[in-house]
C-alpha cells in the first residue's frame, strides 16, 4: 500500500468498527482500544507496558497514529489507558549510576506506522533507514533535521540498510526474498533475488572491505554473499538446524561473524569458501541477537535469551560473560564497539535501557532511551557514525532515529 496511506486506513478502520462511537461502558473503550492498537501491533505489547499518564499516553500514542481528525475517539482511548495502564513497577528496569554524560538527539520520522529501524550514517553525514513496515527508505540529515522518505518494492519490507562502497544505500527484503539497491543520485532501485526458494528472508547485511555483501537469512537458516560487480549470490545454510543466523559482522581479516538468535552459538564464516564454524556458546538456553568486534579481534554479543553480555577470543577460545544489571529477563539486544567500551540495549524491561560496559573495569552504567517525551519504544540495532564520535540508536516503537555522543569526550 502506498506509505501516506496507513494512519488514515488504521483511523478509518477503527471508525467503522461499532465500538467507535462515544463508549460509555469499559468494555466499549476497550474495544475501541484494541480495534485501533491491534491494527499495527499485538494488543499484549499495551498490556506489557509500564504505564503512563494520560499525557504521557497522549504523547506515546501521537508517534504511532494520527488520531486528531476523530477528537472523542481519541479522548476515549486516552481516557482508558490512563485508568488501566498507569505507571507502573511491571518489567522494571535496574538504571546503573555513573562517571558519565551522554546526550541524546532525535528525530521523529515524517510517516507514523513505519517502525523506523536500523539507521546508518552515508558519507555525505546524512542518515539512513528504513520503516519495515511501510516498505519505506528514509535519509536524514542531521545538521538540519530536513528528512526525505522513499519508496521501496511493494512487500519488500526491509529489515535493515547499510551504505556500500559507492555510497548506494542496500536494504534487506525481507519478506520478498530480495537484496535491494538505491541509487541516491537517480533514484533507481536495484533487486537481487534470492537464487533458492528456500532462501526466503535476508535480515541484516554488511559490507567487507572488498566490498562483498554478507547477509543473514534468520527463518530460512542461511547466510549469503552477494558481489555487486557480479551480481551473484551465493548462499550456505548454517550446520546446526534452527540456529537463525542474525547479527553480522566483519573482522579486520575478512572473516565473517554471524549471531545465532535461535541456539547458542556463533558462526565464523570463512569468506573465500564459505565454510562455516560453528563456536558452541556454554549454556543451552542462551540465545545471541548481535555482536561486534573490537579493535583487539574480541568478539562481544549479547546473550538475549539469559541477560548477559558475553566475551568471546578467537585467539584463545576463551569465553566469559557477566549478568546485565535488569536481570535475566532483560533481553540485550543491539550492540556497539563504541567510545573505548561495548555499548547495548536492555530491550526486555522498560525503559528500554541503554547500557555501557567497561572492559577495563567491568563496571557499568546505564540510561534510559527516550522517545520524544517518554521512555518507550525498542532498539534493535545500533552502530557508530563513520568518524566514531556519536552512536546511531532508533526507537523502532516509536518511529524516532537518534544520535548518542559522550559529554566532554
Not at 240 to 250: A, D, F, L, N
Not at 273 to 282: C, H, R
Request: proline share 8%; hydrophobic share 35%; with cysteine.
Amino acid at each position: 500500500m502506498p506509505r501516506h496511506t496507513l494512519p488514515a486506513l488504521i483511523l478509518a478502520a477503527a471508525l467503522c468498527h461499532p465500538a467507535a462511537a462515544l463508549a460509555q461502558s469499559a468494555s466499549e473503550a476497550r474495544e475501541t482500544v484494541e480495534s485501533v492498537c491491534s491494527a499495527c501491533h499485538s494488543i499484549r505489547t499495551v498490556q506489557s507496558t509500564s504505564g503512563y499518564s494520560r499525557e504521557d499516553w497522549q504523547s506515546l500514542t501521537s508517534t504511532m497514529i494520527d488520531l486528531s481528525g476523530a477528537p472523542e475517539m481519541q479522548a476515549e482511548i486516552l481516557d482508558y489507558l490512563a485508568e488501566h495502564f498507569p505507571p507502573n513497577d511491571n518489567r522494571a528496569a535496574t538504571p546503573v549510576d555513573g562517571p558519565l554524560t551522554i546526550r541524546f538527539e532525535e528525530w521523529q520520522v515524517p510517516t507514523l506506522g513505519q517502525r523506523s529501524r536500523d539507521p546508518v550514517e552515508g558519507p555525505d553525514g546524512r542518515i539512513w533507514w528504513v520503516g519495515q513496515w511501510l516498505d519505506i527508505l528514509g535519509r536524514l540529515d542531521p545538521e538540519t533535521g530536513a528528512m526525505e522518505e522513499f519508496d521501496l518494492p511493494a512487500g519488500a519490507r526491509p529489515h535493515s540498510v547499510t551504505i556500500g562502497p559507492d555510497g548506494d544505500a542496500w536494504y534487506t527484503g525481507n519478506r520478498n526474498a530480495t537484496i535491494g539497491r538505491f541509487d541516491p543520485a537517480t533514484g533507481e532501485i536495484t533487486e537481487y533475488p534470492m537464487p533458492d526458494d528456500a532462501a526466503r528472508d535476508p535480515h541484516t547485511a554488511e559490507f567487507d572491505a572488498d566490498g562483498i555483501l554478507w547477509f543473514s537469512l534468520q527463518g530460512s537458516n542461511m547466510i549469503g554473499r552477494l558481489d555487486p560487480q557480479s551480481g551473484e549470490v551465493r548462499l550456505v545454510t548454517s550446520p546446526r538446524e534452527r540456529s537463525r543466523p542474525y547479527g553480522v559482522k566483519i573482522a579486520a581479516d575478512g572473516t565473517v561473524w554471524v549471531a545465532c538468535n535461535g541456539a547458542n552459538c556463533l558462526l565464523r564464516v570463512d569468506p573465500q569458501t564459505m565454510a562455516v564454524e560453528e563456536i558452541a556458546l556454554p549454556d543451552a538456553g542462551t540465545t545471541v541477537r548481535r555482536l561486534d568486534i573490537d579493535s583487539d579481534g574480541i568478539i562481544w554479543w549479547v546473550n538475549s535469551a539469559l541477560g548477559r553480555l558475553g566475551r568471546y577470543d578467537p585467539a584463545t577460545g576463551d569465553i566469559r560473560e557477566w549478568a546485565s544489571p535488569s536481570g535475566p529477563s532483560s533481553h540485550p539486544y543491539a550492540i556497539a564497539v563504541f567510545d573505548g567500551a561495548i555499548w547495548y540495549n536492555e530491550s526486555g524491561v522498560r525503559p528500554d535501557m541503554l547500557v555501557r560496559f567497561d572492559p577495563e573495569t567491568e563496571s557499568f552504567q546505564s540510561w534510559p532511551i527516550p522517545s520524544g517525551q517518554v521512555h518507550a519504544g525498542i532498539l534493535r540495532h545500533m552502530r557508530t557514525t563513520r568518524d566514531g564520535e556519536a552512536l546511531l540508536i532508533h526507537q523502532s516503537g516509536t518511529n524516532h532515529i537518534a544520535r548518542v555522543t559522550v559529554e566532554g569526550r
